[in-house]
RNA sequence: CAGGUUGGUCGGGCAGUCGCGGUCCUGCGUUGUCGGGAUCGAGGAAAGUCCGCACUCCAAAGAGCACGGCGUCGGAUAGCAACCGGGGCGGGGAACCGCUGAAAGGCGCGAACCUGCCGGAAACGGGCCACAGAAAAAAACAGCCCCGCGAUUACGCGGGGUGAUGGUGAAAAGGUGGUGUAAGAGACCACCGGCGCGCGCAGUAAUGCGUGCGGCCAGGUAACCCCCGCCGGGAGCAAGGCCAAGCAGGGACGAAAUUGUCUGUGGACGAUGGGAGACGGCUCGUCUUCGCAUGUGCCUUUCCCUCUUGUGGGAAAGGCCAGUCCCGGGUAGGCUGCACCGAGCGAUGUGGCGACACGUCGCCCAGAGAGAUGACUGCCCAAUGGCGCCUCGGCGCCAUGGACAGAAUGCGGCUUAUAGACCGGCCUGAGGC
RNA sequence: GCGGGUGUAGUUCAGUGGUAGAACGCUUGCUUCCCAAGCAAGAUAUCGUGGGUUCGAGUCCCAUCACCCGCU
């Protein structure tokens, strides 16, 4: 995932965390908040706490995150920062459960068309 | 060959596709959070932070006191108590062997090796040693012996000697045998053990071996205090330096209001209501916060409309939110420190038992800041499980599927975690030549 | 990256090197028609783990593990 379709700044993650709208999963947790003013395209931040375990856990659950963003962000509306937070069992799941489960969000959000594959 | 023990090396490989970060080069009517190319991109522990350095700031970084640490010998190092090699005193340690046992087993001896400690200190500075015991440091309960008195004796009372015997205890003033004596005792003698002072030999030294002399005075504890010597100033790259903007704060000048009291206004506080948020699965509840400033704002006056005398709405005028200049943070942001010509890395040679040192050749070798090194596919190599074959420890097929773990200023040591693979060293036992 | 602290009964904490304690909780009994309260009795500990010093260690020394708090 390109650098400038990632959210980087503390305090960007900060208003995202406070006004934005949440939306859970077993694997991930997404929060949105529309924000056309800024930049036009969709950026994306991703966390993982100390529940996830240790520093290697913590690394591999951001980038499965990353990795199954990546193909998806084309077909996002634009005007978006995201939050993913890594959940504790996103690390024993694979790849293309990681896709469908950010997929099953993105859809609930409204941020990604039904129709979409 | 079997068993024990110990050291080192590696810790998946190759190919393809997609993707990420740094550096260098390069392209542009578009100078970008742009495109293209080349190249590099985790570890033996990157981890824990138990030590030691470099580096930076604190005024000077010096001295003294306090406090803390260290303390056998020699070596290595930029430095370290912690690294290497030895020494001494302990602890552990398989087989064989010995003793015991019907056997199982138990006890002893005990290799390689592993491991704790080491100044004064031979506890002649102070403290402590529960319970038991007479007594826990120069002690005397029972006992033994002598003398005197009473008594036929047994024994009792008084004075003295003694530390062999008894019981207690973790520990009771060297051990065994003899001489000696009223009874006894290192009181004396022999041997053994320990200690001190010499001498000879070996060793750089600690120390070891041998030998001579001395007097038996010497309970344990210094991982309790103490004394002596040596070392240590404190904080840490989130150290520290620079930059732009703004603010907190500070200072100076000016303007207005004369000062006090009351009233009013402004302002402050509180209560109620409302909005927002946190806790929570939800409600209740509890808590926190908000009076919003060029505006659809607030206040005053006048006028108009509405209406329940309240009130609500609208318009106009005036006022308020806001005097000027200088200094100026911290945090957040950007750049730097910081990706390094270095206690550097790789290969190799020499010296050394080793820590390590000295050469020669080659190389420049990860560097982020929500934090790059990943995903998928195929084949191979180990590993695990199942099935089959046979020459019995190998082969074939199928399935599963990769230990611990992720740099963050850098380096040295230590410790902890770790699937598995490979290569050695030493010791013991058995067999063969 | 640092600094500091804690680990003892089910829980919260005491504990001079010499028999491991208190409160609450738990169990049983008494009391009551039943419960609560009350009264009586009782049980509950690898002193985080592993070594060492000592006659003797929760305490002293060394190593190690886990957890908590703070700084910026």
Do not use: C
Not at 29 to 57: I, M, P
Not at 70 to 98: E, F, N, Y
């Amino acid at each position: 995932m390109q650098r400038k379709f990632r959210l980087t700044r503390s305090e960007d993650f900060k208003r995202v965390r406070r006004i934005g709208k949440s939306y859970a999963h077993p694997l991930v947790v997404l929060v949105a908040q529309a924000n056309e003013t800024s930049t036009q395209h969709v950026r994306v931040g991703v966390a993982a706490g100390k529940t996830s375990g240790t520093a290697v856990h913590r690394n591999r659950a951001k980038r499965l995150l990353r990795e199954a963003m990546r193909p998806l962000l084309i077909s996002l509306a634009s005007g978006w920062d995201l939050i993913l937070i890594a959940r504790p069992a996103l690390v024993t799941a694979t790849l293309a459960d990681t896709r469908s489960a950010l997929i099953n969000l993105l859809r609930r959000a409204k941020i990604l068309a039904a129709d979409e594959s």
